[in-house]
Protein backbone atom coordinates (compact mmCIF):
# COMPACT_ATOMS: atom_id res chain seq x y z
CA UNK A 1 0.00 0.00 0.00
CA UNK A 2 2.47 2.32 1.19
CA UNK A 3 4.37 1.86 -2.19
CA UNK A 4 1.27 2.28 -4.28
CA UNK A 5 1.09 5.65 -2.53
CA UNK A 6 4.12 6.96 -3.04
CA UNK A 7 3.50 5.88 -7.17
CA UNK A 8 0.55 8.06 -7.27
CA UNK A 9 2.31 10.95 -5.01
CA UNK A 10 5.16 11.46 -7.61
CA UNK A 11 2.33 11.29 -10.26
CA UNK A 12 0.47 13.90 -8.35
CA UNK A 13 3.49 15.78 -7.68
CA UNK A 14 4.73 15.65 -11.47
CA UNK A 15 1.03 16.97 -12.88
CA UNK A 16 0.65 19.52 -9.92
CA UNK A 17 4.08 21.00 -11.12
CA UNK A 18 3.44 20.67 -14.91
CA UNK A 19 -0.18 22.62 -14.10
CA UNK A 20 1.88 25.24 -11.82
CA UNK A 21 4.39 25.93 -14.38
CA UNK A 22 1.73 26.18 -17.00
CA UNK A 23 -0.61 28.92 -14.92
CA UNK A 24 2.75 30.55 -13.98
CA UNK A 25 3.62 31.15 -17.41
CA UNK A 26 0.28 32.36 -18.52
CA UNK A 27 -0.02 35.15 -16.11
CA UNK A 28 3.72 35.90 -16.15
CA UNK A 29 2.41 36.71 -20.20
CA UNK A 30 -0.06 38.35 -18.90
CA UNK A 31 1.48 40.22 -16.46
CA UNK A 32 3.63 41.41 -19.70
CA UNK A 33 1.44 42.51 -21.94
CA UNK A 34 0.02 44.81 -19.34
CA UNK A 35 3.73 46.17 -19.04
CA UNK A 36 5.17 44.94 -16.01
CA UNK A 37 1.99 47.73 -14.14
CA UNK A 38 0.75 45.87 -10.76
CA UNK A 39 -2.38 48.20 -11.46
CA UNK A 40 -3.22 47.08 -14.52
CA UNK A 41 -2.52 43.57 -14.21
CA UNK A 42 -4.78 43.57 -11.14
CA UNK A 43 -7.62 44.96 -12.68
CA UNK A 44 -6.93 42.47 -15.72
CA UNK A 45 -7.40 39.64 -13.03
CA UNK A 46 -10.51 41.75 -11.20
CA UNK A 47 -12.68 41.37 -14.55
CA UNK A 48 -11.43 37.38 -15.55
CA UNK A 49 -11.55 35.47 -12.24
CA UNK A 50 -12.80 32.69 -14.09
CA UNK A 51 -8.74 31.82 -15.04
CA UNK A 52 -8.20 32.46 -11.19
CA UNK A 53 -10.52 29.75 -9.83
CA UNK A 54 -10.75 26.73 -12.62
CA UNK A 55 -12.95 23.38 -11.75
CA UNK A 56 -9.47 21.39 -11.61
CA UNK A 57 -9.32 23.48 -7.90
CA UNK A 58 -12.66 22.67 -7.04
CA UNK A 59 -12.11 18.93 -7.48
CA UNK A 60 -8.69 19.57 -5.98
CA UNK A 61 -10.30 20.84 -3.12
CA UNK A 62 -13.03 18.31 -2.93
CA UNK A 63 -10.17 15.55 -2.79
CA UNK A 64 -8.31 18.17 0.24
CA UNK A 65 -11.83 17.63 1.99
CA UNK A 66 -12.26 13.51 1.32
CA UNK A 67 -8.40 13.04 2.93
CA UNK A 68 -9.21 15.47 5.80
CA UNK A 69 -12.36 13.35 6.44
CA UNK A 70 -10.02 9.97 6.16
CA UNK A 71 -7.48 11.25 8.84
CA UNK A 72 -10.08 12.30 10.71
CA UNK A 73 -12.19 9.75 11.30
CA UNK A 74 -9.20 7.39 10.46
CA UNK A 75 -11.04 5.60 7.74
CA UNK A 76 -9.20 2.99 6.14
CA UNK A 77 -5.61 4.00 4.08
CA UNK A 78 -7.11 3.00 0.60
CA UNK A 79 -9.25 6.40 0.64
CA UNK A 80 -5.85 7.69 0.66
CA UNK A 81 -5.28 5.58 -2.70
CA UNK A 82 -8.39 7.50 -3.89
CA UNK A 83 -7.64 10.56 -3.52
CA UNK A 84 -4.26 10.43 -5.01
CA UNK A 85 -5.49 8.55 -7.86
CA UNK A 86 -7.98 11.18 -8.32
CA UNK A 87 -5.08 14.35 -7.97
CA UNK A 88 -3.46 13.87 -10.91
CA UNK A 89 -6.70 13.38 -12.67
CA UNK A 90 -8.04 16.55 -11.86
CA UNK A 91 -5.20 18.50 -12.76
CA UNK A 92 -4.77 16.25 -16.42
CA UNK A 93 -8.51 17.05 -17.30
CA UNK A 94 -8.59 21.19 -17.05
CA UNK A 95 -9.15 22.77 -19.82
CA UNK A 96 -6.13 24.46 -20.94
CA UNK A 97 -5.75 28.05 -20.46
CA UNK A 98 -5.07 29.68 -24.16
CA UNK A 99 -7.51 27.65 -26.85
CA UNK A 100 -5.14 29.73 -29.74
CA UNK A 101 -1.92 30.77 -30.29
CA UNK A 102 -1.04 33.86 -28.48
CA UNK A 103 -0.78 37.19 -31.16
CA UNK A 104 2.47 37.73 -28.92
CA UNK A 105 4.18 35.51 -27.15
CA UNK A 106 5.81 35.54 -24.00
CA UNK A 107 9.05 37.14 -24.18
CA UNK A 108 11.87 35.81 -21.99
CA UNK A 109 13.58 39.48 -21.70
CA UNK A 110 16.20 39.81 -18.75
CA UNK A 111 13.65 41.93 -17.20
CA UNK A 112 11.14 38.98 -17.56
CA UNK A 113 13.69 36.30 -16.30
CA UNK A 114 14.44 38.02 -13.22
CA UNK A 115 10.41 38.18 -12.68
CA UNK A 116 10.38 34.15 -13.48
CA UNK A 117 12.65 33.44 -10.99
CA UNK A 118 10.96 35.23 -8.30
CA UNK A 119 8.07 33.92 -9.36
CA UNK A 120 8.82 30.26 -9.13
CA UNK A 121 10.80 30.99 -5.96
CA UNK A 122 7.31 32.12 -4.66
CA UNK A 123 5.45 29.43 -6.00
CA UNK A 124 7.41 26.61 -4.48
CA UNK A 125 7.01 27.78 -0.75
CA UNK A 126 3.78 26.55 -0.48
CA UNK A 127 4.62 23.45 -1.80
CA UNK A 128 8.03 23.51 0.24
CA UNK A 129 5.82 24.56 3.75
CA UNK A 130 3.27 21.60 2.84
CA UNK A 131 5.99 18.83 2.20
CA UNK A 132 8.09 19.77 5.81
CA UNK A 133 4.84 19.59 7.64
CA UNK A 134 3.59 16.15 5.85
CA UNK A 135 7.41 14.69 6.73
CA UNK A 136 6.53 15.57 10.39
CA UNK A 137 3.48 13.95 10.25
CA UNK A 138 4.19 10.91 8.60
CA UNK A 139 1.94 8.55 6.35
CA UNK A 140 -0.86 8.63 5.35
CA UNK A 141 -1.82 11.63 7.62
CA UNK A 142 0.96 13.64 6.24
CA UNK A 143 -0.78 13.15 2.77
CA UNK A 144 -2.76 16.38 3.34
CA UNK A 145 -0.47 19.31 4.17
CA UNK A 146 1.74 17.73 0.98
CA UNK A 147 -1.14 18.14 -1.09
CA UNK A 148 -2.60 21.30 0.77
CA UNK A 149 0.81 22.57 -0.01
CA UNK A 150 -0.12 21.72 -3.85
CA UNK A 151 -2.93 22.98 -4.60
CA UNK A 152 -2.33 26.46 -3.17
CA UNK A 153 0.56 26.74 -5.66
CA UNK A 154 -1.28 26.00 -8.03
CA UNK A 155 -4.50 28.50 -6.98
CA UNK A 156 -1.94 31.00 -5.94
CA UNK A 157 -0.39 31.58 -9.48
CA UNK A 158 -1.80 34.94 -10.48
CA UNK A 159 -1.30 35.98 -6.87
CA UNK A 160 2.54 35.10 -6.88
CA UNK A 161 3.15 36.82 -10.12
CA UNK A 162 1.79 40.24 -8.28
CA UNK A 163 3.79 39.49 -5.56
CA UNK A 164 6.82 38.91 -7.18
CA UNK A 165 6.16 42.18 -9.55
CA UNK A 166 6.22 44.26 -6.57
CA UNK A 167 9.11 42.69 -4.54
CA UNK A 168 11.01 43.34 -8.23
CA UNK A 169 9.99 47.04 -8.28
CA UNK A 170 13.20 48.38 -6.40
CA UNK A 171 15.53 46.29 -8.53
CA UNK A 172 13.99 47.11 -11.66
CA UNK A 173 13.65 50.76 -10.44
CA UNK A 174 17.09 50.70 -10.08
CA UNK A 175 17.98 49.13 -13.37
CA UNK A 176 15.69 51.65 -14.96
CA UNK A 177 17.57 54.21 -13.37
CA UNK A 178 21.06 53.80 -14.70
CA UNK A 179 19.68 53.16 -18.31
CA UNK A 180 18.48 56.81 -18.14
CA UNK A 181 21.65 58.19 -16.56
CA UNK A 182 23.33 56.44 -19.59
CA UNK A 183 21.13 58.36 -21.94
CA UNK A 184 21.21 61.66 -20.33
CA UNK A 185 25.42 61.29 -20.68
CA UNK A 186 25.08 60.01 -24.26
CA UNK A 187 22.44 62.95 -25.05
CA UNK A 188 24.54 65.76 -23.33
CA UNK A 189 28.15 64.51 -24.83
CA UNK A 190 26.34 65.78 -28.26
CA UNK A 191 25.24 69.35 -28.15
CA UNK A 192 24.99 68.94 -31.92
CA UNK A 193 22.25 66.64 -32.31
CA UNK A 194 19.01 68.01 -32.65
CA UNK A 195 16.08 65.84 -30.92
CA UNK A 196 12.72 65.96 -32.54
CA UNK A 197 9.78 64.85 -29.79
CA UNK A 198 6.45 63.72 -31.30
CA UNK A 199 2.88 62.55 -29.03
CA UNK A 200 -0.12 62.82 -29.48
CA UNK A 201 -3.35 60.39 -29.05
CA UNK A 202 -2.71 59.22 -32.70
CA UNK A 203 -0.26 59.64 -35.72
CA UNK A 204 2.59 59.32 -33.69
CA UNK A 205 4.38 56.80 -35.18
CA UNK A 206 3.01 57.90 -39.53
CA UNK A 207 4.07 61.37 -38.24
CA UNK A 208 7.85 60.49 -37.00
CA UNK A 209 8.72 58.28 -40.19
CA UNK A 210 7.14 60.79 -42.22
CA UNK A 211 9.57 63.49 -40.22
CA UNK A 212 12.57 61.24 -40.68
CA UNK A 213 11.84 60.64 -44.31
CA UNK A 214 11.70 64.26 -45.01
CA UNK A 215 14.64 65.48 -43.33
CA UNK A 216 16.90 62.86 -44.63
CA UNK A 217 17.08 64.55 -47.36
CA UNK A 218 19.72 67.02 -46.19
CA UNK A 219 20.46 65.40 -42.86
CA UNK A 220 21.51 61.68 -41.25
CA UNK A 221 18.64 61.14 -39.08
CA UNK A 222 17.53 57.87 -36.81
CA UNK A 223 13.87 57.58 -36.07
CA UNK A 224 13.43 55.19 -33.24
CA UNK A 225 11.83 51.74 -34.83
CA UNK A 226 7.82 50.78 -34.33
CA UNK A 227 6.24 52.44 -31.29
CA UNK A 228 8.99 52.92 -28.99
CA UNK A 229 7.62 55.45 -27.08
CA UNK A 230 8.08 54.47 -23.07
CA UNK A 231 11.18 55.18 -20.77
CA UNK A 232 12.98 52.14 -21.80
CA UNK A 233 12.41 52.58 -25.53
CA UNK A 234 13.64 55.97 -25.68
CA UNK A 235 16.79 54.63 -23.61
CA UNK A 236 17.46 51.30 -25.71
CA UNK A 237 17.12 53.39 -29.05
CA UNK A 238 19.57 56.69 -27.48
CA UNK A 239 22.10 54.02 -25.63
CA UNK A 240 22.62 51.15 -28.64
CA UNK A 241 21.28 53.01 -31.77
CA UNK A 242 22.68 56.47 -32.21
CA UNK A 243 25.52 56.69 -33.81
CA UNK A 244 28.16 59.59 -33.42
CA UNK A 245 27.43 60.55 -37.67
CA UNK A 246 23.76 60.76 -36.29
CA UNK A 247 22.61 64.69 -36.89
CA UNK A 248 18.94 64.39 -35.97
CA UNK A 249 17.01 61.92 -33.50
CA UNK A 250 13.18 61.81 -34.23
CA UNK A 251 11.60 60.34 -30.97
CA UNK A 252 7.84 59.60 -30.25
CA UNK A 253 6.58 60.22 -26.57
CA UNK A 254 3.64 57.80 -25.54
CA UNK A 255 1.27 58.25 -22.68
CA UNK A 256 -0.26 56.27 -19.83
CA UNK A 257 -0.96 58.27 -16.87
CA UNK A 258 -0.19 62.23 -15.99
CA UNK A 259 3.05 62.84 -15.28
CA UNK A 260 4.36 60.15 -18.57
CA UNK A 261 5.65 62.77 -20.83
CA UNK A 262 7.92 65.01 -18.29
CA UNK A 263 9.62 61.38 -17.26
CA UNK A 264 10.48 60.91 -20.98
CA UNK A 265 11.40 64.64 -21.53
CA UNK A 266 13.54 64.34 -18.34
CA UNK A 267 15.65 61.63 -20.50
CA UNK A 268 15.18 63.62 -23.85
CA UNK A 269 13.85 67.09 -24.14
CA UNK A 270 13.21 67.85 -27.53
CA UNK A 271 14.73 70.56 -29.33
CA UNK A 272 11.47 70.42 -31.55
CA UNK A 273 8.11 69.57 -30.42
CA UNK A 274 5.59 68.22 -32.89
CA UNK A 275 2.04 67.55 -30.86
CA UNK A 276 -0.61 65.94 -33.65
CA UNK A 277 -3.28 65.49 -32.27
CA UNK A 278 -5.60 65.33 -28.59
CA UNK A 279 -8.42 62.48 -28.17
CA UNK A 280 -9.90 59.97 -26.03
CA UNK A 281 -7.44 57.31 -26.36
CA UNK A 282 -6.23 56.20 -22.84
CA UNK A 283 -9.48 57.82 -21.78
CA UNK A 284 -9.71 54.82 -19.04
CA UNK A 285 -6.30 55.70 -17.52
CA UNK A 286 -6.00 59.71 -17.57
CA UNK A 287 -9.52 60.07 -16.47
CA UNK A 288 -10.89 62.96 -18.89
CA UNK A 289 -9.83 64.94 -22.00
CA UNK A 290 -8.65 67.88 -20.15
CA UNK A 291 -6.12 65.46 -18.19
CA UNK A 292 -4.85 64.00 -21.75
CA UNK A 293 -4.38 67.35 -23.12
CA UNK A 294 -2.37 69.06 -20.11
CA UNK A 295 -0.63 65.62 -20.43
CA UNK A 296 0.52 65.94 -24.00
CA UNK A 297 0.90 69.40 -23.11
CA UNK A 298 4.20 69.14 -21.24
CA UNK A 299 6.07 68.19 -24.38
CA UNK A 300 5.81 71.65 -25.28
CA UNK A 301 5.94 72.70 -21.20
CA UNK A 302 9.16 70.94 -20.82
CA UNK A 303 11.02 70.62 -24.61
CA UNK A 304 14.51 72.65 -24.24
CA UNK A 305 13.98 76.74 -23.80
CA UNK A 306 13.29 78.48 -27.42
CA UNK A 307 12.01 75.13 -28.54
CA UNK A 308 10.57 74.79 -31.90
CA UNK A 309 6.79 74.01 -31.76
CA UNK A 310 4.43 72.38 -34.37
CA UNK A 311 0.84 71.79 -33.65
CA UNK A 312 -2.21 70.54 -35.33
CA UNK A 313 -4.96 73.54 -34.58
CA UNK A 314 -7.46 71.59 -36.39
CA UNK A 315 -7.51 70.26 -32.73
CA UNK A 316 -8.68 72.75 -30.36
CA UNK A 317 -6.85 71.49 -27.36
CA UNK A 318 -3.97 71.22 -29.34
CA UNK A 319 -3.86 74.76 -30.38
CA UNK A 320 -4.03 76.17 -27.00
CA UNK A 321 -0.87 74.73 -26.54
CA UNK A 322 1.15 77.88 -28.76
CA UNK A 323 1.00 79.72 -25.63
CA UNK A 324 3.39 77.43 -23.51
CA UNK A 325 5.76 77.53 -26.30
CA UNK A 326 8.97 79.33 -26.05
CA UNK A 327 10.45 79.36 -29.42
CA UNK A 328 8.93 79.10 -33.16
CA UNK A 329 5.18 78.07 -33.30
CA UNK A 330 4.28 75.91 -36.80
CA UNK A 331 0.97 75.98 -37.25
CA UNK A 332 -0.82 73.30 -39.82
CA UNK A 333 -4.40 72.51 -40.27
CA UNK A 334 -6.81 71.29 -43.04
CA UNK A 335 -9.75 73.64 -41.51
CA UNK A 336 -8.24 76.18 -39.59
CA UNK A 337 -5.85 79.25 -40.58
CA UNK A 338 -2.55 78.38 -40.51
CA UNK A 339 1.02 78.10 -42.10
CA UNK A 340 1.38 74.89 -43.84
CA UNK A 341 -2.40 74.03 -45.26
CA UNK A 342 -3.78 71.50 -48.07
CA UNK A 343 -6.40 72.19 -50.53
CA UNK A 344 -8.00 70.18 -53.78
CA UNK A 345 -7.74 66.70 -52.42
CA UNK A 346 -7.56 64.51 -54.83
CA UNK A 347 -8.20 60.42 -54.43
CA UNK A 348 -7.23 58.11 -57.07
CA UNK A 349 -5.98 54.49 -57.91
CA UNK A 350 -2.52 55.44 -57.60
CA UNK A 351 -2.86 57.22 -53.96
CA UNK A 352 -3.66 60.47 -52.85
CA UNK A 353 -2.92 64.06 -54.30
CA UNK A 354 -3.41 67.87 -52.82
CA UNK A 355 -1.99 71.18 -52.84
CA UNK A 356 0.38 72.15 -50.16
CA UNK A 357 0.45 76.30 -49.01
CA UNK A 358 3.19 76.88 -47.46
CA UNK A 359 4.44 79.98 -44.81
CA UNK A 360 5.50 81.57 -47.76
CA UNK A 361 2.15 81.34 -49.71
CA UNK A 362 4.22 79.00 -52.12
CA UNK A 363 2.37 75.91 -53.62
CA UNK A 364 3.32 72.58 -54.77
CA UNK A 365 1.43 69.64 -55.30
CA UNK A 366 1.79 66.50 -53.10
CA UNK A 367 0.92 63.16 -54.02
CA UNK A 368 1.35 59.92 -51.57
CA UNK A 369 0.16 55.89 -51.02
CA UNK A 370 -0.94 56.74 -47.28
CA UNK A 371 -4.79 56.66 -47.08
CA UNK A 372 -7.36 58.60 -45.10
CA UNK A 373 -7.65 62.62 -44.55
CA UNK A 374 -5.61 62.21 -40.96
CA UNK A 375 -2.52 61.01 -43.20
CA UNK A 376 -2.47 64.32 -44.93
CA UNK A 377 -2.43 66.28 -41.30
CA UNK A 378 0.18 64.22 -40.45
CA UNK A 379 2.43 64.96 -43.99
CA UNK A 380 1.58 68.69 -43.10
CA UNK A 381 3.41 68.00 -39.55
CA UNK A 382 6.08 66.92 -41.67
CA UNK A 383 6.17 69.54 -44.05
CA UNK A 384 6.19 72.23 -41.15
CA UNK A 385 9.28 70.60 -39.19
CA UNK A 386 11.14 70.34 -43.11
CA UNK A 387 10.26 74.06 -43.43
CA UNK A 388 11.48 74.67 -40.00
CA UNK A 389 14.59 73.11 -41.22
CA UNK A 390 15.00 75.26 -44.18
CA UNK A 391 13.53 72.53 -47.15
CA UNK A 392 11.70 73.97 -49.81
CA UNK A 393 8.49 72.48 -50.80
CA UNK A 394 9.24 70.27 -54.09
CA UNK A 395 12.17 68.59 -51.82
CA UNK A 396 9.66 68.02 -49.44
CA UNK A 397 7.15 66.79 -52.00
CA UNK A 398 9.94 64.35 -53.77
CA UNK A 399 10.16 62.75 -50.00
CA UNK A 400 6.97 62.63 -49.19
CA UNK A 401 6.33 60.17 -52.23
CA UNK A 402 8.67 58.00 -51.03
CA UNK A 403 7.32 56.93 -48.21
CA UNK A 404 5.51 53.60 -47.36
CA UNK A 405 2.77 53.32 -44.84
CA UNK A 406 3.69 52.15 -41.95
CA UNK A 407 2.70 48.75 -41.33
CA UNK A 408 -0.54 47.71 -39.78
CA UNK A 409 -1.34 51.10 -40.49
CA UNK A 410 -3.57 51.39 -43.41
CA UNK A 411 -1.22 49.39 -45.18
CA UNK A 412 -2.52 48.29 -48.46
CA UNK A 413 -1.73 44.74 -49.45
CA UNK A 414 -3.16 41.90 -51.84
CA UNK A 415 -3.76 38.49 -50.81
CA UNK A 416 -4.53 37.19 -53.69
CA UNK A 417 -7.35 38.34 -55.49
CA UNK A 418 -8.49 40.00 -52.31
CA UNK A 419 -7.59 43.73 -50.57
CA UNK A 420 -6.34 44.21 -47.66
CA UNK A 421 -6.59 47.18 -45.25
CA UNK A 422 -4.54 46.53 -42.65
CA UNK A 423 -5.08 48.84 -39.71
CA UNK A 424 -4.77 46.43 -37.13
CA UNK A 425 -2.20 48.36 -34.89
CA UNK A 426 -4.24 51.60 -33.69
CA UNK A 427 -7.71 52.37 -33.31
CA UNK A 428 -9.50 54.96 -31.93
CA UNK A 429 -12.57 56.87 -32.31
CA UNK A 430 -11.22 59.21 -35.26
CA UNK A 431 -9.07 56.48 -37.08
CA UNK A 432 -11.13 53.86 -36.52
CA UNK A 433 -13.95 56.12 -39.14
CA UNK A 434 -11.04 57.61 -41.29
CA UNK A 435 -10.32 53.75 -42.12
CA UNK A 436 -14.27 52.87 -42.32
CA UNK A 437 -15.27 55.36 -44.76
CA UNK A 438 -11.98 54.45 -46.77
CA UNK A 439 -12.78 50.72 -47.00
CA UNK A 440 -16.54 52.19 -48.51
CA UNK A 441 -14.63 53.82 -51.24
CA UNK A 442 -13.79 50.68 -52.62
CA UNK A 443 -16.28 49.40 -55.17
CA UNK A 444 -14.11 46.50 -56.76
CA UNK A 445 -16.34 43.89 -54.30
CA UNK A 446 -17.83 43.36 -51.20
CA UNK A 447 -16.94 45.30 -48.11
CA UNK A 448 -16.11 43.76 -44.86
CA UNK A 449 -14.84 44.91 -42.04
CA UNK A 450 -12.87 42.75 -38.98
CA UNK A 451 -12.88 44.48 -35.40
CA UNK A 452 -12.63 44.02 -32.13
CA UNK A 453 -13.63 47.72 -31.38
CA UNK A 454 -11.93 50.06 -29.13
CA UNK A 455 -10.20 50.03 -25.91
CA UNK A 456 -9.28 52.03 -23.40
CA UNK A 457 -11.69 55.05 -23.76
CA UNK A 458 -13.04 54.60 -19.86
CA UNK A 459 -16.86 55.79 -19.56
CA UNK A 460 -17.17 56.49 -23.20
CA UNK A 461 -15.95 53.10 -24.59
CA UNK A 462 -19.13 51.67 -25.24
CA UNK A 463 -20.82 55.24 -26.90
CA UNK A 464 -17.79 55.17 -29.05
CA UNK A 465 -18.02 51.51 -30.14
CA UNK A 466 -21.66 52.24 -31.05
CA UNK A 467 -21.38 55.15 -32.93
CA UNK A 468 -18.36 53.01 -34.81
CA UNK A 469 -20.64 50.83 -35.77
CA UNK A 470 -23.42 52.94 -37.06
CA UNK A 471 -20.69 54.05 -38.93
CA UNK A 472 -19.51 50.89 -40.47
CA UNK A 473 -23.61 50.16 -41.45
CA UNK A 474 -22.75 52.78 -44.06
CA UNK A 475 -19.94 51.96 -45.50
CA UNK A 476 -19.87 47.87 -44.74
CA UNK A 477 -21.02 44.81 -46.44
CA UNK A 478 -20.40 42.21 -43.68
CA UNK A 479 -19.33 43.10 -40.37
CA UNK A 480 -17.28 40.26 -37.96
CA UNK A 481 -16.99 41.01 -34.85
CA UNK A 482 -14.23 39.90 -32.67
CA UNK A 483 -15.50 39.24 -29.19
CA UNK A 484 -19.44 38.68 -28.42
CA UNK A 485 -19.05 40.91 -25.17
CA UNK A 486 -16.30 43.55 -26.48
CA UNK A 487 -18.23 44.11 -29.56
CA UNK A 488 -21.45 43.97 -27.82
CA UNK A 489 -22.24 47.82 -28.25
CA UNK A 490 -20.69 47.64 -32.03
CA UNK A 491 -23.64 45.36 -33.08
CA UNK A 492 -26.20 47.92 -31.13
CA UNK A 493 -25.00 50.38 -33.26
CA UNK A 494 -25.02 48.49 -36.38
CA UNK A 495 -28.39 46.77 -36.03
CA UNK A 496 -29.74 50.96 -34.80
CA UNK A 497 -28.37 51.84 -38.26
CA UNK A 498 -30.67 48.89 -40.02
CA UNK A 499 -27.70 46.83 -40.79
CA UNK A 500 -29.18 43.20 -41.61
CA UNK A 501 -28.22 41.28 -38.67
CA UNK A 502 -27.64 38.03 -41.12
CA UNK A 503 -24.68 40.19 -42.22
CA UNK A 504 -23.17 40.51 -38.51
CA UNK A 505 -20.89 37.36 -37.72
CA UNK A 506 -19.71 37.34 -33.97
CA UNK A 507 -16.32 35.21 -32.92
CA UNK A 508 -14.64 34.65 -30.20
CA UNK A 509 -11.02 35.38 -31.48
CA UNK A 510 -9.01 36.54 -34.78
CA UNK A 511 -8.72 32.93 -35.98
CA UNK A 512 -11.99 32.17 -36.32
CA UNK A 513 -12.61 35.53 -38.22
CA UNK A 514 -10.38 34.12 -40.37
CA UNK A 515 -12.19 30.86 -40.57
CA UNK A 516 -15.51 32.63 -41.48
CA UNK A 517 -13.62 34.40 -44.04
CA UNK A 518 -12.45 31.70 -45.76
CA UNK A 519 -16.10 30.54 -46.42
CA UNK A 520 -17.04 34.01 -47.40
CA UNK A 521 -14.88 35.82 -49.51
CA UNK A 522 -14.65 35.80 -53.15
CA UNK A 523 -12.26 37.69 -55.54
CA UNK A 524 -12.73 41.29 -55.42
CA UNK A 525 -13.70 41.89 -51.90
CA UNK A 526 -11.81 44.05 -50.28
CA UNK A 527 -11.41 43.18 -46.70
CA UNK A 528 -10.60 45.93 -43.21
CA UNK A 529 -9.26 44.87 -40.23
CA UNK A 530 -9.80 47.24 -38.12
CA UNK A 531 -7.78 46.53 -34.70
CA UNK A 532 -6.37 44.09 -33.18
CA UNK A 533 -6.20 43.60 -29.43
CA UNK A 534 -3.94 42.16 -27.34
CA UNK A 535 -4.31 38.11 -25.82
CA UNK A 536 -5.64 40.09 -22.70
CA UNK A 537 -8.80 41.10 -24.46
CA UNK A 538 -9.17 37.22 -25.83
CA UNK A 539 -12.63 35.95 -25.50
CA UNK A 540 -11.86 32.98 -27.23
Avoid at 126 to 141: D, K, Y
Avoid at 325 to 339: C, F, Q
Wanted: net charge positive.
Amino acid sequence: MSIALTGLALLATAFAGWRAWRRLRYFLHLFQLEGYKPREYGGWIGTHRHVVLRRSHLAGLALLALGAAATAFRWPAWIWLLVMAGWPVAFASSRLYRSTQPKKPLAYTARMKRLLTTAVILTAVPAAVGAMLGLERGAPSGWLPYLAGLWLADLGAPLWVLLAGYLMRPVEARIQAGFKRQARRTLARRPDLTVIGITGSYGKTSTKFIIAEILRQRYSVLASPGSYNTPMGLCLVINTMLKPEHQILVLEYGIRYRGDIQELTAIAAPDVAVVTTVGVAHLETMGSIENIALEKGDLVRYARPGATVVLNVDNPHVAAMAGEATGRVWRVALEAEADITARDIRYGPDGTSFLVRDDTGTEHRFTTRLLGRHNILNILLGVAVGRAFGLRLRQIAYAVARVQPVEHRLQLRREGAITIIDDAFNSNPVGARNAVEILGHFDTGRRVIVTPGMVELGARQAEENRILGTHIACHADLAVLVGPEQTRPIREGLIEAGFPEDRIRTVGSLFEAQEVLQTYLRPGDVVLYENDLPDQYDES
